[in-house]
């Protein structure tokens, strides 16, 4: 294809994959980095959106993705598994689909996103909705890829952490510096681990001078690693981080440490404000789970903790056409209208 090659073939001399594989993309990332005029002066910072909904499947799992799925076809591969809360499962059946590779998703039943349920099926995953939560799909999925010919595509494969470390070179090749501080969701953490390995090989490259101090944020009902300890039972409204147990515990624990950042755990309510004021103040539509990095921003100016006159990007990390359900929660049925231009112009209030 013509244009930007994909986030392999854009940085291909920094990702670990053998370099005969033959690479398998849908041109995932180079997505905007939007000026946030709104919580910048909410916030006194100057603050972007790192906007991964812009991703071809609608989140940043496409980064990760098309690295996991051109080595497991470089390794002969020909069926991948995955445990998922529905954007990994989403991305991994594109992806797959398109190497002709067999898919199969394992989901905690009822707890994911309608849009992202759609994608799996029309991409033609085998679907195994479990009777359980998010950490024992994992579980399911670690223990049948180690026991059967299926490659393992969760975060807990290296390769997909190569890929979405791109995310951190794009924001620093556009800004011509790294930020100050960088705000994310974290869920399973495989996303924290793979901006900080990015941010390091840069700075540590000397392509950019520093390292951002790395912001982590969960659902208050889904904070093991704010808690310190794994969470048994987790809730959250935002179903992509409705997770216990995150696998990448260490990568996230050593991004916070290294970084000089913090943890912190944002409520669901402060999660769908952020979420409606990214929709009708910044015009960026994002899932829940990507609103916590927002609202953790949001919450970390106002106590302080963020410096005033910092420079932030907050990624955020899923579409919002992929929870449709959320975003009509409380709409008012209404009657149709007549084909009547006094009808529209007083339903306006017009008139
Ligand atoms: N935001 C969204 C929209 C996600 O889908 C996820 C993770 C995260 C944030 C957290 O990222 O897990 O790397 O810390 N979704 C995974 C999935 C778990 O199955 O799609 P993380």
Known sequence: GAGWP??????????????????????????PLVAARHLSELTGCEVFLKVEGANPTGSF??????????????????????ASTGNTSASAAAYAARAGLTSAV????GKIALGKLAQAVAHGARILQVDGNFDDCLELARKTAAEHPVTLVNSVNPVRIEG??????????????????????????????????????YAADGVVPAAPRMFGFQAAGAAPLVLGRPVADPETVA????????????????????????????????????????ARKEGVFVEPAS??????LLATASDGRLPAGSLVVCTVTGHG???????????????PLPVDPGAIAAALELV
């Open 291 to 296: 609103a916590a990095s927002v609202a953790g």
């Open 321 to 335: 056409l992929k929870d449709p359900d959320t975003a009509l929660l409380g709409m008012p049925e209404v009657e």
């Open 61 to 82: 799992k496409d980064r990760g993705m098309t690295a996991a799925i051109t080595a497991a076809v470089a390794e002969g591969s020909r069926a991948v598994i995955c």
């Open 164 to 201: 979405q470390k791109t995310a951190a070179f794009e924001i620093c090749d556009a800004l011509g510096r790294a930020p100050d501080v960088h705000c994310l969701p974290v869920g399973n953490a495989g996303n924290i681990t793979a901006y900080w390995r990015g941010y390091r090989e």
């Open 239 to 278: 179903t992509a981080i409705r997770i216990g147990s995150p696998a990448s515990w260490a990568g996230a624990v050593a991004a916070r440490d290294e970084s000089d950042g913090l943890f912190h755990a944002v409520t669901d309510k402060d999660i769908l404000a952020a979420y409606r004021l990214l």
């Open 106 to 109: 394992l989901v905690p039943r």
């Open 6 to 31: 994909g986030v392999i073939l854009a940085y291909r001399d920094r990702i670990a994959l053998p370099a005969d594989a033959a690479v398998v993309t849908l041109h995932e990332g180079n997505t």
